[in-house]
């Protein structure tokens, strides 16, 4: 048996979900407008894998900017997604199996691609028109081989 309170938070977990993987989409795509409609208007944070923290609008949409313009494909499969709603904020943890590849030596052909598992945090507000992104902190998982290394070099 569910409360109305109970359908209301599993409704919103199920929109912010939808908001989540239009996020990914618009990176897929290279639709920066599309992007740019995603994110709040108001004081946003962005960490991207290696980057220090960018704050404000237009410093985060400027680094999705020169992303998509340096980046010939891009490909996300989302595994381990948890969606927590508390009020008017939501949070989105999950691992992004990125596949992307730069551009070609040749014209018409895709450059060489790199896998890289990375886990994110995406935090969510509500507003008048739906969901929007307030914070985006993606970090590199190490593998495997990148722990081997460490473990053989000196200290």
Not at 2 to 7: F, I, K, Q, R, V
Not at 67 to 82: G, H, P, R, S, W
Request: with cysteine; hydrophobic share 35%; charged share 25%.
């Amino acid at each position: 048996m569910s409360s109305a309170h109970d359908d209301s938070t599993h409704g919103d977990a199920e929109l912010v979900e939808l908001a989540n993987t239009a996020f990914y989409e618009a990176v897929e795509q290279a639709d920066f407008e599309e992007l740019s409609s995603l994110w709040l208007e108001d004081e946003i944070s962005c960490v991207h894998p290696g980057w220090p923290v960018l704050s404000g609008r237009g410093e985060v949409l400027r680094s999705y900017a020169l992303i998509m313009a340096n980046t010939e494909y891009i490909q996300f499969f989302l595994t381990d997604v948890k969606v927590t709603v508390l009020g008017e904020t939501a949070l989105v943890n999950c691992t992004e199996n990125t596949l992307s590849g730069g551009p070609s030596e040749e014209a018409g052909e895709l450059g060489p691609l790199v896998g890289q598992l990375i886990v994110a945090t995406n935090v969510f507000r509500r507003t008048p028109e739906g969901w929007k992104l307030w914070s985006h902190h993606g970090s590199p998982v190490l593998t495997e081989s990148d722990e081997d290394e460490d473990e053989e070099s000196p200290t």
